[in-house]
DNA sequence: GCCGCTGTACCATGACACAGGTACACCGAA
DNA sequence: TTCGGTGTACCTGTGTCATGGTACAGCGGC
């Protein structure tokens, strides 16, 4: 059964590809501790089918996450999450967001923003975000306890 | 004389589209203060022969810099930087910079880590690059002044 | 064994963006 | 006018992305 994997969101639209989409929200669940090491992704056909995309897409996504030691196969099973999966996700997760960081201040600082400017727009944008996310937490409590 | 624009830096194999990458650096010097209302901008060929670069891809930088209301065309001349185009330029900057900072924090919440680790990176690349630019001003001294 | 599932490997197609090349219309100065 | 400069429009080639289709090999349950 599908609909247990709704929490990928993507962007048909967006200027990044599908299945780096895929790769990304899966390294990120699994830093985060949503996918744990030992865990069954669902199939190349059932999560295309759940996504209205093609087999093809979330295939190659899934190849790419078994280059990066994220993912392994289980011939004739499906994919499996590895054990030290997240080791590897979260320094992804940190290096990911340091290269954001890094040229956003870049960008910033070039285009003339003084540090107090930049210093209060962080701070904002983190309550808020952060603040939406303990929302989340709330409502959604304990979906399987 | 070309050479006084090569403050222009191009990274061809980088994911940012050339074109696109002359535009934000443009707009990035608009907002802060280097290029001026007013001010003539090089020609198509001259700024396409000193980044070793195609004309049209400038050229299509331009139009799209004239979209924004930031070029101005003289026709037979080349390309003036308009008098409000500071204004709209700091506007575009803050809007880059504020959406580079909310993906971000976004990967970064998503990825499980906490605001402290948020803050810490945040800052230390807020120093380090905050230092950079001092040093940079430190050695060019007054170049027009 | 047989069948249904799994991942995987091909090939072909259409759409789109990017960059390069060529040619044209316009303006200013000699 | 002639010439060199300007921006601009059109065409082409290339690469990536997503899709669709087909086929193969391995595993599990019947």
Known sequence: MGMAWMFFSIDADGDIPIYEQIVRQVKLAVADGILVGGQMVPSVRQLASDLAINSNTIARAYQELQSDHVLEPLRGRGMVVRRDAI????????????????????????????????????????????????????VSGNGNA
């Open 87 to 138: 080791k590897r996700c979260t320094k992804a997760r940190n290096s990911l967001v340091a290269e954001s960081v890094r040229r956003a201040l870049a960008d910033a600082l070039a285009g003339g923003m003084t540090t107090a400017e930049l210093r209060e727009l962080f701070e904002a944008e983190l309550d808020r975000q952060s603040a939406r996310i303990e929302k989340a937490k709330h």
